[in-house]
């Protein structure tokens, strides 16, 4: 794991000057512009300035100089609070970095091997557990080969499961590789889904269950989205409960019918919160009938 900064700078600036015919070459300054942003392949391009990231090693030390080297504390501190270190998120350490950045950094680095992955999602960085979430996501998307396939979640389900600590690592790869593997394998959808995930006293490997079915949803497939909801309606984490509620509501934007009938019966056993979130896309009316039902359970 990596727990030192460096101060040394790798990235490029390329300024454009349109009124000159020559384009002058400059150090990135470290205090970040406030301007607009966006990603295009492995370049992150800000309003009239170009950022290349080229010619990385891709070793832990110049991983951590690229993302520390864009650090912001002021956006650490608001991290912090946003990602409850004082509660579920208890010992998380954050350089302070927008999810696009580090995606371009990941970008740029190409797929890593699993050596490296794996010493990024044992840091003490939430950040740079992110990166090693968001290379083994973006390879799996693009892998036709059903061994490297396999070989992809095997390492995510077992050497990244415990680095996946936080519900934003679990919402942007759970319905990326676990639903994706899963789909077509009902031997081991029971193993992991139902045995092994959804019984885990960790809420994060509950959680990973319940999103992975996003995927099953996108395929028109319901079946497991609704048995683990069941399963999760005495669920005592809050956190369990606003993903259980999203699923439902993604369920319910291919098939309310599917959702209505979901409803009908379990209304009055759902938690608040998870019910009011598989209610978002309802008209008033159907929101206030089926909220009136949580409340006389709660009676």
Avoid: C
Avoid at 132 to 159: R, T
Avoid at 205 to 232: C, P, W
Avoid at 252 to 263: D, E, I
Avoid at 276 to 298: H, N, T, V
């Amino acid at each position: 794991m990596v727990e030192t900064r460096s101060s040394k700078q790798n990235l490029t600036l390329r300024k454009e000057v349109s009124k000159r015919s020559s384009t002058e070459t400059s150090t990135q300054p470290t205090k970040r512009r406030k301007t607009n942003k966006a990603i295009v392949n492995n370049k992150v391009t800000l309003k009239s300035e170009l950022i290349v990231i080229k010619d990385l090693n891709p070793t832990l030390s110049s991983i951590h100089e690229q993302l520390a080297a864009q650090a912001s504390k002021k956006r650490a501190a608001t991290l912090v609070k946003y990602f409850r270190t004082n509660e579920y998120g208890r010992g998380d350490i954050f350089l302070g970095l927008k999810v696009p950045y580090v995606r371009s950094i990941s970008k740029s680095l190409g797929f890593l091997p699993f050596t490296l992955l794996k010493s990024l999602i044992n840091s003490k960085y939430h950040e740079e557990r992110l990166l090693s979430i968001i290379n083994v996501v973006d390879k799996f998307k693009i892998s036709q080969d059903l061994n490297e396939q396999k070989e992809l979640f095997g390492f995510y389900i077992n050497e990244m499961k415990e680095g996946i600590d936080n519900w934003d690592l679990v919402d942007i790869s759970a319905a990326h590789v676990v639903g994706p593997y899963l789909i077509n394998k009902p031997e081991l959808k029971k193993t992991w889904l139902y045995e092994k995930l959804i019984t885990s006293e960790r809420l994060w490997d509950r959680r990973i269950a319940m999103v992975s079915t996003q995927h099953f949803i996108n395929q028109g497939e319901y079946e497991d989205t609704i048995k683990l909801s069941e399963i999760l309606l005495d669920d005592k984490e809050d956190l369990i409960h606003k993903a259980t509620g999203w699923m439902l509501r993604e369920m319910g934007k291919k098939s309310k019918k599917t959702l209505v009938s979901f409803l009908d019966k379990h209304a009055t056993k759902m938690p608040r919160v998870m019910l009011r979130y598989s209610l978002e896309k309802f008209s008033d009316q159907e929101k206030k009938k089926y909220m009136q039902k949580g409340k006389k359970s709660k009676l």
